[in-house]
C-alpha cells in the first residue's frame, strides 16, 4: 500500500519536480548576491555560498503567485509558498540527525520542537510556509513520510514533523488557504543541493524584512584545516525588523535610504514587526545539547543587521549535523565522535557570520513587490546600498 502512495505522489509531483528543479538552479546563477554588489563579511564562504555546502543537505521551493488587486478571500491575491530543508535528501533511513533548537522570541510557531528536545534527534525534513499553512503542511509531510516508508509493517506509527512559519498576511491572502498538500510534496521532491533560489521563493514569497521586500536568504562558511574544516550552513525566512534598525556591514542604511513604508497604516520605523526562522547545518561532529548552543547563535547573526527582537516577532531556530550517521539507531550500541566544547568557537563565529549574510542575500535577491489590496514592497535598492556602503568606504569592489 505504502508503494502504491509513493507511485501517487510521484506521479501528482514529477511535472513541477523537473521544471521547479531547473528554474531554481538557473534563477540562483542569475540574481545578484551580497557580495556581488560589494558588501563585506567576515570569514570564507564554501563553493556555493549556502545551506547546501553541507554535503547531504538539499532545499526545494514551491512558489505561489497568482492574482492581483482586491482581496477576496479563497481566490486571492496570492503570495506565499513552501520551502524544504532535508539534511540528508531523501534518504531518511538511518532515523534522524543529532539537533536542538533555540527560541529568541517566541511570537510564533515551530512544530515537533519539544521532541527535538527531548530526544535530541530531528527526523525528516524541516519546512517553512505561512502562518496559517503550518497544519496543511505539517500533515502533507506525514502523508509524504508514511508513503516513502516500507521498512515493515509497524514503521511510522506516528511522526512529528517539523514545520515553522512566518506572516506573510500583508502580501497574501492568507486566509485563502491556498497551500496544498501537493505543494510540500513539490518542495520535498524537488530539493536539490547546489543552488539556491533566493529572495521571494517559496515559503519567503510574500515576506517583508528591515522595512524593504524579504524572503529566503542563505550563505555558509568554510572552517580552515587548523578549525577542523567543517562546513557550517544557514538558511533564513526573514520577515522581521523595521527599518530603522536596518544595518549592513555595520552601517545604519535603513536610516540613509528613502523608500515608502511597506506597512500602509504604520511607518516602518514605529515597531519592530515580523518573524525570522533560522536553519543551521553542519557537518561538524557536535550532539545535542552542542546545537542548541549554536542555534542559540544565529540570534547574534540577526542582532549584527540590527533586530532587538522585539515583542511582536517570531525569531526561532534550529540546527543540525549531518555528523554520526546511524547515530539514531534502536537496536544496537552506537559509538559517538563529538568535538569538544573547547574547539567551539571557530563553528560559533562561522554561523554568526553566515546567518548576518544570509539575511542580505535574501533582501539582495528579493524583488518588489505587489499583493493584496495593491499592497506594495519595494525592494532593497542595490545601488543605493551601494552609494551607502562607499560613503562609509565599506566596499569591497
Same mark, same amino acid.
Given at each position: 500500500?505504502?508503494?502504491?502512495?509513493?507511485?501517487?505522489?510521484?506521479?501528482?509531483?514529477?511535472?513541477?519536480?523537473?521544471?521547479?528543479?531547473?528554474?531554481?538552479?538557473?534563477?540562483?546563477?542569475?540574481?545578484?548576491?551580497?557580495?556581488?554588489?560589494?558588501?563585506?563579511?567576515?570569514?570564507?564562504?564554501?563553493?556555493?555560498?549556502?545551506?547546501?555546502?553541507?554535503?547531504?543537505?538539499?532545499?526545494?521551493?514551491?512558489?505561489?503567485?497568482?492574482?492581483?488587486?482586491?482581496?477576496?478571500?479563497?481566490?486571492?491575491?496570492?503570495?506565499?509558498?513552501?520551502?524544504?530543508?532535508?539534511?540528508?535528501?531523501?534518504?531518511?533511513?538511518?532515523?534522524?540527525?543529532?539537533?536542538?533548537?533555540?527560541?529568541?522570541?517566541?511570537?510564533?510557531?515551530?512544530?515537533?520542537?519539544?521532541?527535538?528536545?527531548?530526544? +535530541?534527534?530531528?527526523? !525528516?525534513?524541516?519546512?517553512?510556509? *505561512?502562518?496559517? &499553512?503550518?497544519?496543511?503542511? $505539517?500533515? @502533507?509531510? /506525514?502523508?509524504?513520510?508514511?508513503?516513502?516508508?516500507?521498512?515493515?509493517?509497524?514503521?511510522?506509527?506516528?511522526?512529528?514533523?517539523?514545520?515553522?512559519?512566518?506572516?506573510?498576511?500583508?502580501?497574501?491572502?492568507?486566509?485563502?488557504?491556498?497551500?496544498?498538500?501537493?505543494?510540500?510534496?513539490?518542495?520535498?521532491?524537488?530539493?536539490?543541493?547546489?543552488?539556491?533560489?533566493?529572495?521571494?521563493?517559496?515559503?519567503?514569497?510574500?515576506?517583508?524584512?528591515?522595512?524593504?521586500?524579504?524572503?529566503?536568504?542563505?550563505?555558509?562558511?568554510?572552517?580552515?584545516?587548523?578549525?577542523? +574544516?567543517?562546513?557550517? !550552513?544557514?538558511?533564513?525566512?526573514? *520577515?522581521?525588523? &523595521?527599518?530603522?534598525?536596518? $544595518?549592513? @556591514?555595520? /552601517?545604519?542604511?535603513?536610516?540613509?535610504?528613502?523608500?515608502?513604508?511597506?506597512?500602509?497604516?504604520?511607518?516602518?520605523?514605529?515597531?519592530?514587526?515580523?518573524?525570522?526562522?533560522?536553519?543551521?547545518?553542519?557537518?561538524?561532529?557536535?550532539?545535542?545539547?552542542?546545537?542548541?548552543?549554536?542555534?542559540?547563535?544565529?540570534?547574534?547573526?540577526?542582532?549584527?543587521?540590527?533586530?532587538?527582537?522585539?515583542?511582536?516577532?517570531?525569531?526561532?531556530?534550529?540546527?543540525?549535523?549531518?555528523?554520526?550517521?546511524?547515530?539514531?539507531?534502536?537496536?544496537?550500541?552506537?559509538?559517538?565522535?563529538?568535538?569538544?566544547?573547547?574547539?567551539?568557537?571557530?563553528?560559533?563565529?562561522?554561523?554568526?557570520?553566515?546567518?548576518?549574510? @544570509?539575511? /542580505?542575500?535574501?533582501?539582495?535577491?528579493?524583488?518588489?513587490?505587489?499583493?493584496?489590496?495593491?499592497?506594495?514592497?519595494?525592494?532593497?535598492?542595490?545601488?543605493?546600498?551601494?552609494?551607502?556602503?562607499?560613503?562609509?568606504?565599506?566596499?569591497?569592489?
Amino acid at each position: 500500500m505504502n508503494r502504491i502512495l509513493a507511485n501517487l505522489f510521484e506521479l501528482v509531483c514529477v511535472a513541477l519536480v523537473l521544471s521547479s528543479s531547473v528554474h531554481a538552479q538557473q534563477k540562483s546563477s542569475a540574481k545578484p548576491r551580497a557580495r556581488d554588489l560589494g558588501v563585506p563579511f567576515d570569514g570564507t564562504p564554501g563553493p556555493n555560498n549556502a545551506i547546501t555546502d553541507v554535503a547531504g543537505v538539499t532545499v526545494g521551493h514551491t512558489t505561489l503567485i497568482s492574482g492581483e488587486g482586491k482581496l477576496v478571500v479563497g481566490k486571492g491575491p496570492v503570495r506565499t509558498g513552501v520551502t524544504a530543508i532535508l539534511p540528508r535528501g531523501k534518504d531518511s533511513s538511518d532515523g534522524g540527525v543529532f539537533a536542538g533548537w533555540w527560541s529568541l522570541n517566541g511570537n510564533g510557531e515551530m512544530t515537533g520542537t519539544t521532541w527535538v528536545e527531548e530526544s +535530541g534527534f530531528l527526523v !525528516g525534513p524541516i519546512m517553512i510556509t *505561512n502562518t496559517h &499553512s503550518v497544519g496543511v503542511v $505539517r500533515d @502533507a509531510v /506525514i502523508q509524504w513520510t508514511v508513503s516513502h516508508r516500507t521498512v515493515g509493517p509497524n514503521d511510522d506509527w506516528w511522526s512529528l514533523p517539523v514545520v515553522a512559519e512566518t506572516w506573510d498576511g500583508w502580501l497574501n491572502d492568507i486566509n485563502g488557504f491556498h497551500v496544498k498538500p501537493e505543494h510540500a510534496f513539490n518542495a520535498i521532491e524537488s530539493a536539490h543541493d547546489g543552488l539556491v533560489e533566493e529572495g521571494a521563493v517559496g515559503g519567503g514569497t510574500g515576506m517583508i524584512c528591515n522595512g524593504f521586500k524579504g524572503g529566503i536568504g542563505t550563505s555558509s562558511r568554510k572552517l580552515s584545516a587548523k578549525d577542523g +574544516g567543517y562546513t557550517i !550552513g544557514v538558511l533564513v525566512q526573514c *520577515n522581521y525588523g &523595521s527599518r530603522q534598525n536596518f $544595518r549592513v @556591514a555595520g /552601517i545604519p542604511v535603513g536610516r540613509e535610504i528613502s523608500s515608502e513604508d511597506p506597512y500602509a497604516y504604520q511607518p516602518s520605523e514605529i515597531s519592530e514587526r515580523g518573524s525570522i526562522i533560522i536553519v543551521i547545518a553542519t557537518d561538524a561532529p557536535l550532539v545535542s545539547h552542542q546545537l542548541k548552543r549554536l542555534a542559540r547563535r544565529a540570534s547574534l547573526g540577526i542582532g549584527r543587521n540590527g533586530s532587538i527582537s522585539g515583542n511582536g516577532s517570531g525569531d526561532i531556530f534550529i540546527a543540525f549535523s549531518t555528523a554520526n550517521p546511524g547515530a539514531a539507531a534502536t537496536d544496537k550500541l552506537v559509538d559517538l565522535k563529538m568535538l569538544p566544547n573547547d574547539l567551539l568557537d571557530p563553528v560559533f563565529a562561522a554561523t554568526v557570520q553566515a546567518t548576518e549574510e @544570509a539575511v /542580505i542575500n535574501a533582501m539582495v535577491a528579493a524583488e518588489s513587490m505587489t499583493g493584496i489590496e495593491n499592497h506594495h514592497v519595494t525592494a532593497l535598492p542595490h545601488e543605493q546600498l551601494r552609494a551607502v556602503l562607499k560613503k562609509y568606504n565599506r566596499l569591497t569592489h
